[in-house]
């Protein structure tokens, strides 16, 4: 494949998190409040009517109207300037400990989070014990230690919120910190403080910034609380002392508790709704990069598919060898498509046209590099295809049936059963909450209906056929106490353990080491022969296919360009594309040979 | 030896076992190696035979706690992180993973400035650098406003190179660079490595699990086994007639692509599998 000089289009620039907020409905209504109430609190000197703590015994509980404008509280002090002062003292109160939350939080969990060690240990001790403790109560230890003030009691609440950020920093720099650019920009001898501020800080920035909203909101209802309660700083005017005066007198005058409560509501609301605007925003971000990138990569098979197209090639069919004994045939795959939807209804064709026919014990390589469509198809056989695949036209014929007809319940009856699957990665196809052993009868049982002790039998009788040294211990282990190689031979055992037709194998050696790798290939030969199997082998590699393969298909951008039996494709190879595949074989290359440099003599050891 | 560009002796990395007062897990056990001026030095092993560890603890990013490691000949191994600063002009790296070993919030251009910011370059000279850095690993100018998530795997390992390159340093790290990468665009990034080595003679040790790829590349290679080197010599020596019964039966399971050939050289590796058991019994009766 040629590796296009950038032709993927530029991605969108990054959009601000602020500028997508507007486009989100009630992300802007609670940015509009919130500055609102903010500006209007900010500017309560110019606004407010009255002094809010001038009290006149003239106006007690006036109505509203006459002067005041929202009446007078029990002390006769106009509502309306004291809820715009009181704003600025509740808002400050609560970004006050927004603040010392933040600071301690913030710093404490990049540090621990980075760091590692003793400060580690310690601070997760420490929150656990500040997350422990009930917060009003301390509180109001506080209040009887220190005296009724409100900026003191919002300074100590903000060390009680401190863990709700520690917890949330901590998490994503423990994501973070081994990723490889971090290592990297540690080898490029930047400073911790510069990789913390450049490569882990952007990462904690966006969910920083939505806990602060949601914590900001806490903040003010527990002010509020606290001075409802009558343990404020009765000297300030806030929403809360005004709620408690309120209540007091909310026989007399009932619109008094009215305001300071639609106020903490409205700003209580508005945080929290804002929070949510921003993940919704944040969240949403992160589904196009995901499209985008599987969009570009379609994008280019479809390009190909365009090119090929135009220059008309059809796939290279090698004849058969004379003498070879030709099979029954198990699987004919014929003209098949796969493609995906695309959310703006159009569908990307990632197969097209493919031809296949598999033999009974015969093991049919599917070659190709990444994004060739070679596991595509094999999944299409299986009808595995991920969200938003589906076959779009052809035919899957099998022991007379078309699978891509079938309907589910009748493939369930396939799969498993008739053909089989060995996956790439063994590790994740093993569930680590069940046993070895449990994860092999279970099939077996609902594939054979054989008996539980039947399908113990069998399971130990396939481990030790696989080349496990003790089944015993390896059937009542867990997935995570045995090696990769062994996990694979595990799962080799699970697909040939109803003794299938049609083994389907996605690189089944490219997690595992060549030592494992040459065991699990000697394995699977041993296995096809006895059995009689065909065999689909998924790989890129081309000593895998020497190694095991009758017949070769090779596959480029989603179309079959070259087939036929594995010699005449090593030895003939027609189609450039092949070619080009085994010209970049190494394995026949000389060796870089011996090290010269002329500056140094070239002194050898 | 006088022209050692790097001089491993008898290197110790340990890591602490969980759990109390339990022997740390011993990742190399005593390892020595030498890198001259310019030469590639392959180092071969499988998974968890210490050869990723090695190459981390040149970089400063596992715990040596024994042994040396010398670069020109001064003791690097525990060095001090402003000592480690002045050595990232010399000693750099290429990551396996393409896709995770380039922060993906910041543009190619951001990237490359970014080690050029630690010897305080200026802005323009900088950006100058970039374009140089691009022309050498053949990426267009263009690609400097990109991010990573537009490149291909094998464009991203060439950002990774260029990053390295941009110090110009004198020996880099390559952990498994190719391994993530499709054939063809295997071979290719390899021609890239051998291209700027001839250039600017700058030194590598490589490490990788596949043996053609450290053959094709390497002039000294090392195996690996179980955290320690059982064979070290000339590449071709060491990929042609290897000694050591591990390092025969490495290269004995590596498939070769040739149907016929691969039947012959699969009968020889059970041949020798026998061989080695059948002295393995010998050894223990004696």
């Keep these: ?605 | 030896m006088t022209d050692a560009l790097l001089d491993i002796k008898d290197v110790v990395v340990e890591y602490p076992s969980k759990g109390f007062r339990k022997e740390p897990f011993k990742a190399l056990k005593g390892v020595s190696l030498d890198i001259r001026q310019g030469e590639t030095v392959g180092l071969v092993g499988e998974s968890g035979s210490g050869k990723t560890t090695l190459g981390r603890a040149v970089l400063g990013l596992a715990p040596v706690t024994g042994g040396s490691i010398k670069y020109r000949g001064q003791e690097i191994s525990k060095a001090t992180r402003a000592r480690r600063r002045d050595l990232s002009h010399e000693i750099q790296v290429v990551f396996q993973d393409p896709y995770t070993s380039l922060n993906p919030s910041m543009t190619i251009e951001q990237i490359l400035t970014e080690p050029l910011t630690v010897r305080k370059v200026g802005r323009r000279a900088a950006n100058e650098r970039v374009a140089e850095l691009l022309d050498q690993v053949r990426l267009p100018p263009g690609a400097a406003h990109r991010l990573p998530r537009e490149f291909s795997g094998g464009q991203r390992q060439r950002v990774a190179i260029a990053r390295a390159l941009a110090l110009d340093p004198k020996l880099i790290v390559c952990d498994e660079p190719v391994s993530a990468l499709d054939l063809s665009t295997q071979a290719r990034v390899m021609e890239l490595f051998i291209e700027i080595q001839e250039r600017i003679g700058v030194a590598y040790l490589f490490v990788s699990h596949d043996l053609a790829v450290v053959r094709h590349l390497s002039h000294r290679v090392a195996v690996m086994y179980h955290g320690e080197i059982v064979e070290w010599g000339g590449g071709e020596q060491v990929t042609g007639a290897p000694e050591h019964p591990y390092t025969q039966r490495l290269f004995m399971a590596a498939p070769i692509p040739d149907p016929d050939r691969q039947a012959q050289h699969r009968a020889d590796r059970l041949r020798l599998l026998e061989l080695q058991r059948e002295q393995d019994v010998q050894a223990s009766v004696v």
């Design chain 1, 1 to 605: 494949m040629i590796e296009t000089p950038l032709a993927v289009p530029a991605g969108a620039a990054k959009v601000s998190l602020f500028r997508r907020l507007l486009t989100h409905p009630t992300g802007v209504v609670s940015m509009v409040l919130l500055v609102l109430v903010a500006l209007a609190s900010v500017l309560a000197p110019l606004l407010a009517t009255h002094d809010p703590n001038t009290a006149s015994v003239q106006h007690v509980l006036a109505k509203a109207g006459s002067g005041h404008i929202l009446g007078a509280d029990s002390a006769g002090r106009d509502v309306l300037s004291r809820l715009l002062f009181a704003g600025q003292f509740s808002l400050a109160g609560a970004l006050l400990a927004l603040a010392v939350a933040l600071v301690l939080g913030v710093t404490a969990g990049l540090a621990a989070g980075y760091y590692g060690g003793w400060f580690d240990s310690a601070s997760s001790w420490l929150t656990g014990l500040l997350m422990a403790l009930p917060g009003m109560v301390v509180l109001l230890a506080a209040r009887a230690v220190v005296g009724p003030s409100m900026w003191l009691s919002m300074m100590i609440f903000g060390v009680l919120l401190s863990p709700a950020f520690f917890r949330l920093v901590y998490a994503s720099v423990t994501a973070v910190r081994n990723e490889l650019y971090v290592d990297a920009a540690r080898v490029s001898g930047l400073s911790d403080v510069r990789i913390i501020g450049r490569h882990i800080l952007t990462v904690v920035r966006a969910p920083v910034i939505i806990q602060s909203a949601m914590v900001l909101g806490i903040a003010i209802a527990i002010q509020a609380g606290l001075e409802f309660l009558g343990l404020g700083d009765r000297n300030i005017p806030t929403w809360g002392s005004m709620l408690n005066d309120g209540f007091i007198n909310i026989f007399k005058s009932p619109t008094l508790v009215l305001w300071p409560a639609l106020v903490i509501g409205l700003v209580c609301i508005a945080l929290t709704l804002l929070a949510n605007a921003m993940r919704d925003e944040l969240e949403r971000s992160r589904g196009p990069v995901k499209k985008s990138r599987k969009a570009a990569a379609a994008g280019a098979a479809a390009d190909a598919e365009g090119a090929a197209e135009k220059r008309g090639v059809a796939a290279v069919v090698h004849a058969d060898e004379p003498n070879e004994d030709a099979g029954e045939i198990l699987l004919e795959v014929t003209d098949l498509g796969v493609g995906y939807d695309q959310p703006d209804g159009s569908t990307t064709h990632v197969v097209n046209h493919v031809n296949l026919t598999v033999r009974r014990g015969e093991v049919h390589g599917l070659v190709g590099e990444s994004g060739s469509g070679k596991t595509q198809t094999a999944f299409s056989i299986l009808r595995l295809l991920p969200q938003g695949g589906r076959i779009t036209g052809g035919s899957i014929f099998f022991e007379g049936k078309d699978l891509a007809q079938l309907s589910e319940k009748e493939m369930t009856k396939v799969r498993g059963k008739r053909i089989a699957y060995i996956p790439q990665e063994p590790m994740s196809n093993l569930d680590s909450a069940f046993t070895i052993g449990s994860q092999l009868m279970e099939p077996m049982r609902v594939c054979l209906g054989i008996s539980k002790a039947e399908a113990r039998k069998r399971a130990l009788a396939l481990l030790a056929r696989v080349g496990i040294p003790n089944p015993e211990r390896t059937f009542d282990a867990y997935p995570h106490q045995i090696s990769g190689g062994m996990a694979q031979r595990v799962l080799i055992a699970g697909a040939v353990s109803c003794e299938p037709d049609l083994l389907i194998a996605d690189e089944p050696t490219t997690a595992l080491d060549v030592t494992v790798q040459a065991e699990v290939l000697n394995l699977l030969r041993e296995l096809q022969d006895e059995l009689n199997m065909g065999v689909i082998l998924v790989t890129h590699n081309f000593g895998v296919v020497a190694d095991l393969c009758d017949r070769v298909t090779v596959m480029q951008t989603g179309r079959v360009v070259e087939t036929g039996p594995v010699r005449s494709i090593f030895n003939h190879a027609q189609h450039p594309y092949t070619r080009q595949l085994l010209g970049a074989i190494l394995e026949d290359t000389a060796p870089r040979g011996h090290y010269t440099l002329k500056e140094l003599n070239g002194v050898t050891s």
